[in-house]
């Protein structure tokens, strides 16, 4: 199996930084896409930031300029550095990973980490 453990979740104040980190472990042979999505209570689960193998990224307009992406594929873990924190930040956030799980197998699953609580107070 495919398990993917984000931590670095927290309470913190409106202007201040959290780095998220999501580790990818198990049956592995190659990891595609990895991403961040948060959801708010209430809401749908949306896409903060997602980074491709070749370290291409693309950002939610809302965090642009103020959360960084980016991975290790070494260690199979993606970072969200996240800077300038507004109280709508708080959230849920959840990693995702598009991983191929051996030679034999073509395709890719994607598989979700249980999720980190942001909590962002004014």
């Known amino acids: 199996q495919v398990q993917l453990v984000e931590s670095g979740g927290g309470p913190v104040q409106a202007g201040g930084s959290l780095r998220l980190s999501c580790v990818a472990s198990g049956s592995i042979f190659s990891i595609n896409d990895m991403g961040w999505y948060r959801q708010a209570p209430g809401k749908q689960r949306d896409l903060v930031a997602r980074i491709t193998n070749e370290g291409k990224t693309n950002y939610a307009d809302s965090v642009k300029g103020r959360f960084t992406i980016s991975r290790d594929n070494a260690k199979n873990t993606v970072y969200l550095q996240m800077n300038s924190l507004k109280v709508e930040d708080t959230a849920v956030y959840f990693c995702?990973?598009?991983?191929?799980?051996?030679?034999?197998?073509?395709?890719?699953?994607?598989?979700w980490g249980q999720g980190t609580q942001v909590t962002v107070s004014s």
């Open positions: 995702n990973a598009d991983v191929r799980k051996s030679r034999i197998q073509s395709t890719y699953n994607r598989y």
